[in-house]
Structure formats: C-alpha cells, structure tokens
C-alpha cells in the first residue's frame, strides 16, 4: 500500500501535534516499572467492591475519580460476563494505576496493562494511546484474572465486547 505525500505529511502532523506528542512519545518510549516499587505504594480500597488500588505519583486523576472508576468498570464486566462472585477472585490482585505506557515482556515491550499473577498485581496506565477514557484496559486484565481471556490471546475477539480491547 502507497502513501501520497500529502497523506503522510497529513498523518506525520497529526502524530507530532502538540496534543499527541506526548502520549506517542510514552508509548514509543515506554516507563521502567519496578513491580517491588509499585507493592510498596500506599493502597486505598475502593467503597464498593474493596480492591485494593495503589496510584503511582504523577498520575493525572485523583484518588477518589480513580477507585470510582474501578468500581464501576467492575460492575460493567461483571454483568457483560455474567460473574456472581463479588469482586472474590478479582479482589486477590493489587491493581497499580501509572501513568503511561510501561516496559513489559508482551506487545514488543510496550504494554498499557498486565496481569502478574507471581505477583499478585494488575498494572495498568491511567491512559492508553489512541484508547478513550481512563484506566481502558483493566476489564481486559480482568478477563485474564478470571481465566476468560487465554494468556496467548488467541481468543480475545470473543472477549472483545466485554472488554473493549
């Protein structure tokens, strides 16, 4: 497929744009997380579902939006994929919020989310680059927690719908 020059100059602006610079530079350039460092982060509970959330300094959105947002993505997920446990499973994993793209072993080393069971951690970036609202990869973690979404992601289309990633 050919690009005209119009299109690519068109698309290099749009990618080096003010507005878009920064969250293409993380996700180019993404964070060395220390996964010892993010346990250690104070952790608050959200009110409904009590799980346990730790908010990386520098991350954009309060403390409170954060937990309510969690909650509430966990209420969606768990009626879109009919769980009757509560939070039981989910509840097991410290969630650490950070502010961008992060080094992993996935995704050519540029991940937005992560499930580590080893050590009981959910990762996830407050934002996501080209992916709306805040926190928009945790249900895709939670399909991980609940065994629903195979570690390959050889069936993510069917999870699709209920994760929106």
Same mark, same amino acid.
């Given at each position: 497929?050919?690009?005209?020059?119009?299109?690519?100059?068109?698309?290099?602006?749009?990618?080096?744009?003010?507005?878009?610079?920064?969250?293409?530079?993380?996700?180019?350039?993404?964070?060395?997380?220390?996964?010892?460092?993010?346990?250690?982060?104070?952790?608050?509970?959200?009110?409904?579902?009590?799980?346990?959330?730790?908010?990386?300094?520098?991350?954009?959105g309060t403390k409170q939006v954060i937990l309510g947002n969690v909650d509430a993505q966990f209420t969606?997920?768990?009626?879109?994929?009919?769980?009757?446990?509560?939070?039981?499973?989910?509840?097991?994993?410290?969630? /650490?919020? *950070?502010? #961008?793209?992060? $080094?992993? %072993?996935?995704?050519?080393?540029?991940?937005?989310?992560?499930?580590?069971?080893?050590?009981?951690?959910?990762?996830?970036?407050?934002?996501a680059f080209n992916r709306k609202g805040i926190l928009p990869v945790l249900k895709h973690e939670w /399909?991980? *927690?609940? #065994?629903?979404? $195979?570690? %390959?992601?050889?069936?993510?289309?069917?999870?699709?719908?209920?994760?929106?990633?």
């Amino acid at each position: 497929m050919r690009i005209g020059i119009p299109a690519l100059i068109f698309l290099l602006l749009t990618v080096t744009g003010c507005a878009n610079f920064g969250r293409f530079g993380q996700v180019m350039t993404p964070a060395e997380l220390s996964k010892d460092d993010l346990l250690k982060l104070p952790v608050e509970k959200t009110p409904e579902y009590g799980f346990r959330v730790a908010v990386e300094p520098g991350v954009p959105g309060t403390k409170q939006v954060i937990l309510g947002n969690v909650d509430a993505q966990f209420t969606q997920f768990s009626e879109c994929f009919h769980i009757k446990d509560g939070g039981e499973e989910a509840r097991r994993y410290s969630i /650490a919020v *950070v502010n #961008g793209s992060f $080094r992993c %072993d996935y995704h050519h080393g540029r991940c937005n989310g992560e499930y580590d069971s080893d050590y009981g951690l959910i990762i996830v970036g407050y934002q996501a680059f080209n992916r709306k609202g805040i926190l928009p990869v945790l249900k895709h973690e939670w /399909a991980h *927690v609940y #065994g629903i979404l $195979r570690n %390959d992601h050889k069936n993510l289309k069917d999870v699709r719908q209920c994760t929106r990633y």
